[in-house]
């Protein structure tokens, strides 16, 4: 992953690579609506004491004066120094919320009410402690499928009065996989084809099932639990899942186009489903579509392959706007 700092640089420019630190360079600050009223009751004090030749009125002045210059220093260092060292995407389904977890490191200083965001989503406040890593989740909209680009982040803070607000804005190139909308339904006969390594055994197919134990096999991640063979395992053999065979369509081939559906997004919704409640079943499947084939499996792995071919299929890198 790497960053970009919005910081007036030539286009084409490389990013900058993470770990990335705020740097004053980098940072900036303001008055926030509360800061500008303050400055301004300030001042109209200011005057009047100076008009008045009131001395508790100076003293009042040049004490909040102390206490707003004071506020400024711990805004704008509350931020500075701040590393982000990574941020890792989780994916999700069209018209869900992507999330974003930023491991952050605040190194020798804890920081207070820190603010993260990515373009126009919903604000992340969080606090950090000295020499402490920290992850943040930061979430961005996800409306339609594909690959898509996270926006513009942002890091700030109001800590402690309020009255003054710091910031630093950056152009970071995270991309995150979005899925279809699944469209949940049965397995239909219609949209699947037989795996060709079935074996035909009086009229049906004898594949992975839960009827007679077969033998056993390597133990592959996505495998049940309850089919681990703990007595292999116990004498030292390794760990092997039980096989069991069944008669019945057990491995299944889901195929673009005999998916019904009058438009490809429903049809890439329609095989997102039928992905999904196939890797519940623990079946084995793959995935056929015009561009793309995706031979039988299993797992946790497999699963999310299958589900980013549907995701990609027909699309580009996209920025989110």
Known sequence: MRFKKQSGKRPGHPADTVPFTITRK?????PTRYGLLFLILLTAMLAGSINYNNNLGFLLVF?????????????????????ILSASP??????????FYLTVDPEYTSRRALVFSLDKSRKTIEDTSAQTQAKIPVKAPAPYRG??????????T????????????????LSYIVYPRPVRGPLDADQTAGSPNAKNQGG??????????????????????????WKAYSRGQGLFTKEFA?????????????????????KLSRLCGLVISAAAQNLEYGLRLPEKQIGPGRGEQHKHGCLKALALFGKNKVKNE
């Open 204 to 229: 049906g197919v004898t594949l992975m099932g839960v009827d007679d134990f077969m033998g056993l096999k390597a133990y592959q991640p996505g495998d049940p639990v309850r089919h681990i063979s």
């Open 246 to 266: 069944g008669h019945g369509r057990k491995t299944v081939m889901f195929d673009y186009d005999s998916v019904p559906g009058g438009d490809s997004e429903t």
């Open 26 to 30: 980098n940072t900036y600050i303001l």
């Open 90 to 99: 989780r994916p999700v389904f069209a018209g869900d919320t992507a999330v």
């Open 147 to 156: 690959e898509l680009t996270a926006g513009p982040l942002t890091v700030s």
């Open 158 to 173: 109001r800590y402690p009065l309020g009255l003054f607000y710091a910031w630093s804005h950056i152009v970071p190139e």
């Open 63 to 83: 004490l909040l004066g102390g206490m707003a210059t004071i506020s400024i220093i711990h805004t704008h260092s509350n931020i500075v120094g701040l590393r």
